[in-house]
């Protein structure tokens, strides 16, 4: 079988941070970027003194998980996890533009997500109840990332509208600050603030950054099929498996000693464990395999292979 005769991927390329998936319609419009437009391309947390801004343009990454332990159930529900995170050259944009209403107004090329249950507005009522200075905004949402794949991607917007919203407000909000509103919001969302590979502990709030200057390839392959992730941890709940593989210390040494044989031998995501592998999984490890991926592991009927050119 050949992928590029499949109807539910696109043609695999093995290239440089190359990105395999069925993508979303683009805006119909290509938003119009003024010359004075203020353009922060990664999450940094910074201090901005003074700075009038009326709109911001930002990418949003997304991120991946190279493992992910589930270590328990917390009371609230939440699930203590062990995993590291790297962000990964695919984008959602983002156009925030002050406006004279009193509320957030969101266009996007993603119909479903253009009501007040997206977590961009629920950030953006969280800001408004504390800092009254907030006036209404525009937000143009180019959805890149698909969604229900284990990329983050509505957390990794959720964690850009914030930081744009601190600068484009000149709200000030301290590392601490913006990472607590962060966690109110979703588990996923403290570690998108990271443009950078990190560890994290807890329900994920819990950062420790790792310093890397390895460079690899990745192939991210999503077929027309999605998971519910309530069901995953359901099930890993049900099984009640604590002895798992504690592969996230190797996988932050082998980040540090940028050594790919490594990473590549501790790449572990428990979802793999519960999940029932459908026939195109297997067909498309197939031919991963005759490509001459050094390693592969699905999640979230999402496959993630990794190159070494």
């Known amino acids: 079988m050949s992928l590029k005769n499949n109807s539910h991927l696109a043609s695999l390329k093995l290239a440089r941070n190359a990105v395999t998936y ?59 996890i062990r995993s590291v995170f790297q962000k990964i050259n695919l984008y959602d944009e983002l156009y925030i533009r002050k406006t004279e209403m009193n509320d957030l107004e969101l266009q996007t090329n993603i119909e479903e997500l253009n009501n007040k249950e997206n977590i961009i507005y629920k950030a953006y009522r969280k800001l408004k109840e504390k800092y009254k200075n907030i006036t209404g905004v525009r937000v143009i949402l180019n959805k ?47 570690p998108c603030f990271y443009n950078r590979a990190v560890k994290g502990e807890g329900i994920g709030e819990i950062i420790t950054p790792i310093h890397t200057h390895l460079k690899y390839y990745l192939v991210i392959i999503k077929p027309q099929i999605s998971c519910n992730t309530k069901e995953i941890f359901r099930k890993i709940d049900e099984r009640n498996d604590t002895i798992q593989p504690n592969n996230s210390d190797k996988i932050v040494q082998a980040l540090e000693q940028n050594r790919l044989d490594l990473l590549v031998n501790h790449l572990y995501n428990i979802f793999e464990t519960v999940i029932d592998e459908k026939e195109i999984i297997q067909e498309i490890k197939k031919e991963i395999r005759n490509q001459g991926a050094i390693r592969k592991f699905n999640d979230w009927y999402r496959l993630l292979c990794v190159w070494d050119f």
């Open 22 to 80: 069925n993508g979303y319609a683009p805006l119909p419009f290509e938003p119009i970027l003024p010359s004075n437009i203020t353009i922060l391309f990664q999450t940094k947390f910074e201090s901005w003194k003074g700075i009038k801004m009326e709109q911001i343009y930002i990418k949003a990454r997304a991120k991946i998980n190279l493992n992910l332990e589930v270590v328990g159930i917390r009371e609230d529900n939440y699930h203590n």
């Open 144 to 190: 890149k990332i698909p969604m229900q794949a284990g990329l983050a991607g509505g957390s990794t917007d959720c964690a850009s509208f914030l930081l744009g919203m601190n600068r484009l407000f000149d709200l000030r909000l301290s590392k601490t600050e913006i990472k607590k509103i962060g966690e109110s919001l979703g588990a996923d969302v403290v």
